[in-house]
């Protein structure tokens, strides 16, 4: 079976390993404070030119967890796209955390600046406002959930948005690389270090075995966070395994080459169902996309092909989400396209 | 600098990383649906010689967060040792699930039956029991904190104790390895999966780059247990990279190898200590020592080794903690030995 | 200023103050043990001719959390009408607990078994269900935030769809006096009993100074229910007063005549305002109604009127809540009526 | 029976329900932002001489877990004595809200500013200081637990010190009446608006139905404290109810008289029974006093009063703990007393 339902199919890119063996019988400091994490951070710093903090976690919905229950107040909420992992699939860390997150209805996984505007308004202009959540941290990702992203005129507006009503803007960026390396978006990793308050940058679906770095921009929120991380057990005791994945992946730009290479997988499979002459629900622009497939032509192929979320559209038609990855070999592009084509004809 | 601070500061065992680096490319279904993890959960019940549940989580702390947060209503504690990992070094996280963690002073690392029946009569003989967080459950540690192993006999008076009181007995085996290959315990891996509900057989301080196994014995404690993991953040993506890492543990018997390793080099430690002349502030019966030096001698080779815990003793003596681990050569042992041999002269 | 904003803007009925005097110096016991409090719960037992158990908490919010975090397990959510009270108004409380609040479009107030089969379906067929809240509970409340009833045929489909799916069905009856005594409905306390697995029974805002009788109906929700209770505060140190108060209720049919009156006054308001030729937003079928008015005329009463909810509606209409009450007089409703009709000729 | 046990057996003060009767008809705003509640606030304000913010909640424990779940970041943890409200009787309520208790002994039902200040020096000399919750807050009671007091140096020692480790320092006055009228502490209603970040002026203990006003030195904790009170299902719908009693009780004295009433009937009994030969486990100092009595004398009396605690001491003596209140009448403690002397003649 080939899988296009996920870009975490695989172990990790080679040169992780490699460095892991490299470094396996050294003896370093523990949970995050060796000297490979540290370089690790450095660079990340580097990258973004910033002074931001950086903390390394194991997984997305610990990060996601971790940061907005270090933000939040008990009575504060996050806002976020109704299609936001935070919202949908995350088993309720953050409300198991005591806060509610707002859903506000997405357009192509995107939440648009009016609509920020506009639950904030609801609930400073409400004169019973203490009986409701105060919306205080705006949630968004980048890539979204369906592969879009947004332009550096949108975060700009987002983060001013929020600053005036004295919340937080949170970018999830675990599919980060796939996001700078697209051609859809102008949003910069400079961009994210100065028009974020925090922002992760992902590794698990990047590549790496596991690892999210959590990068914190403003100071005020990187207080006593390495606390944070162990109240929630996210401190891992050989912190180090972090901190050398992620040298691997930032060494050569091997990070960005395989943001490059799922979207190109990704962009090859668009193509090719595009000329076929199927549609698709959501615009193309990383390396997760939503062709629109005739129900026989999607059965034809199931014994041969796993995807994800099959969904019914109008005439019988099907949506499914394909999602490549730094690992997709071009055979399986090919093998996929040839079969959609086979039916096709 | 040689470590001998924890059993965390190395990589892992090459077995592992030829293991990951075998079956990396190849793809698995994700979260810990993968044939790798199946195939070491069966392993596990093999071993164990039972039915229980088997899950792979990441380290100790969310293993006791997730597992305790799971048994207990929201009105019930925890019983532990006053020097219990979740009593001390959690950093609250047992707190922060909503739970109150009732400390019982412990004696060389144990609670005694006795003290946990009193905790439990304690509790339901008061009138206003309704005020007070209900005991609902024994956490103990074995090895403990400081190294002590428990007898077969302790942990079926406890058991006992637990179900007579309608409590669970979980037992966290983050060094577990140690305990089973301890000339200094009756406790086998059959007798664990008998005599405790749960209980988890650590491989972050085993070995392993991470992971803890954790068995649950009754069926009832494993409902649903995978939401809960996943509710905590702490569902990896990449679930094969636990499975792998057990599979490569429990090949060969390596995972008790490893601990008998670990065992060995710290009672060669305690026997050349003893021959000098120092004592010690616990039994020594696995991995974790604790000599009284004078401070003089620490002072001596403190640029050449890692020591934690420095506690002052009388007439100005200093008892430290050494631990040794899967990964101490020979060497080290040696030249430790021989500095305070030198100094000793 | 004559408000019709809320129906808790006055203290309480006489029978309850003449009731606390007579028995105030008299001692008791504590914490609801005493025997006015036994005596109430023997009388709302009697009514509603079960055994269930009925505990005395002392509002609404506090009651709704005490249950939903005592049903749920943590990972667990409960599915309520966007416009539910746990949904909008009780600054995230239920999530406080750790718990998804999961909304479901409303239609006047209420929701249809048919969107709740549809939730449990969608949680309980998706392959991935493990990486969403589980929805465990059903919240309605009865009357509705907008006023509106369910009839007792919609109560039993929900109730059977819950348990179907291993659900509990939850009614807050904040306002259950009203519904009781409505015309627009066919439930009855004894159907409450049978067709739910726990309901409120609402002092706060039906005369009470404050007060809501839980009554739970499925044993095993009931186990240890006075340790969650204190577990987040709610018990009350004199519980007495609560036990007092609803004996002074549950006299002589006095709690079903101040339902009744709350109606009345309503529904005499629902008349003249209808007959004044406007509309409504909702049905009109207990103590709160939404007409909607021309903004004019509002601006014209907004000096002697206190209604909530100014809502714009099409052609600059505005709908508001008027909210009578157990203590509503004659004259005010007459007032209001005048007033509108003035504008009206 | 006569009950020696609580001070809350009784219902409340006559001139609160008179006041409650005078405005039972009277319609004014709600959830506290009504004039009553304002003009107590005021009264407070006043009485302490500052302008501090002042809140009125329910009861105790639900005062407690309110205020300090708004203080402490989740990772924080408060310091209390092991006797302390919050260490022991509110059913792991602080816990509940995500924060460990860490237990100080104490000595007299008091801590020592020496033993704070090693809580604080263990805590953050502590390389691994992250993986402990961190202390950030003092609770105390005046009076104790058991019925002693501090002084104003005690008082100002334990302040400086919290602020020297940007602690908080909070003191319960659930009985604060009987500590500011009793001639054993010079600590003034002033001094508490000075000398602590907060604190709380308890009326149900003593005479009020319910109630304690909160009332909040530092600016910077009151940020939102309404919307933490409603998250907590605090907020009382009928909120005028607590700002009538405080009136009531902050007449002409009332409040004070209250007090040293209850502190009288407790020094007669305890002269009483002292004159009788017997001792005190804790020093007399408020309305709870803790003598030690044979045990047959114990039973002579067991079907006339009722009395808590008892407590085995040496050679076959019994501690129990007496409380009087606002309500007590002379002639109780007259017949408690001459019980006490029958039996000893």
């Given amino acids: 079976m080939i899988r296009f339902c996920d870009d975490y199919s ?11 063996q490299k470094t396996s019988r050294t003896q370093s400091d523990t949970y995050g404070l060796d000297s490979y994490t540290k370089h ?10 910033s002074d931001s903090a950086v903390h390394f976690l194991i997984g997305g919905t610990q990060a996601n967890l971790i940061l907005i229950s270090s933000v939040l107040r008990p009575y504060q909420a996050v806002l976020s796209a109704d299609t936001g992992h935070i919202a949908v699939h995350e088993t309720g860390a953050i409300e198991g955390t005591g806060h509610k997150v707002i859903s506000i209805p997405s357009c192509n996984g995107k939440i648009r600046p009016d609509q920020v505007l506009e639950a904030f308004h609801k609930h400073y202009s409400d004169p019973t406002a203490e009986h409701m959540p105060q919306p205080a941290m705006l949630y968004i990702s980048h890539p979204t959930e369906v592969g879009t992203l947004y332009s550096l005129e949108e975060l700009k507006a987002l983060y001013q948005l929020c600053h005036e009503f004295h919340a937080v803007l949170y970018v999830d960026g675990a599919r980060l690389g796939c996001a700078l390396t697209s051609p859809y ?32 921009n403003q100071p005020s929120l990187n207080h006593d966070f390495r606390y944070m991380i162990k109240h929630h057990g996210g401190l891992l005791a ?3 395994l972090l901190g050398i994945q992620f040298e691997a992946l930032l060494n050569n730009n091997l990070y960005f080459e395989l943001g490059k290479h799922a979207n190109n ?15 698709f629900r959501y615009p193309v622009q990383s390396n997760q996309i939503f062709p629109i497939f005739p129900a026989p032509l999607l059965e034809s192929m199931r014994d041969q092909f796993v995807w994800s979320s099959d969904t019914p559209m109008e005439d019988g038609m099907i949506c ?16 996929f396209l040839s079969n959609v084509k086979k039916q096709k004809d």
Same sequence: chains 1, 2, 3, 4.
């Avoid at 102008?186 to 999210?212: H, N, Q, S, V, W």
């Avoid at 499914?320 to 093998?335: F, G, H, K, M």
């Fill in 10 to 20: 695989e172990g990790c890119h080679e040169e992780i390993l490699k460095l892991l």
């Fill in 40 to 49: 690790s951070e450095d660079r990340i710093r580097e990258l973004i030119k």
């Fill in 185 to 216: 978006t102008d949003i910069t990793l400079e961009d994210l270090g100065r028009y974020t308050d925090a922002f992760t940058i992902g590794g698990t679906k990047m590549g790496a075995m596991f690892g999210e770095a959590m990068v914190i």
């Fill in 238 to 240: 050989k912190g180090r």
């Fill in 265 to 279: 997988m990704a962009f090859q499979l668009a193509k090719g169902i595009q000329s076929a002459g199927y549609s």
């Fill in 320 to 335: 499914i989400r394909l999602c490549t990855s730094w690992a997709t070999p071009q055979e399986n592009v090919d093998l």
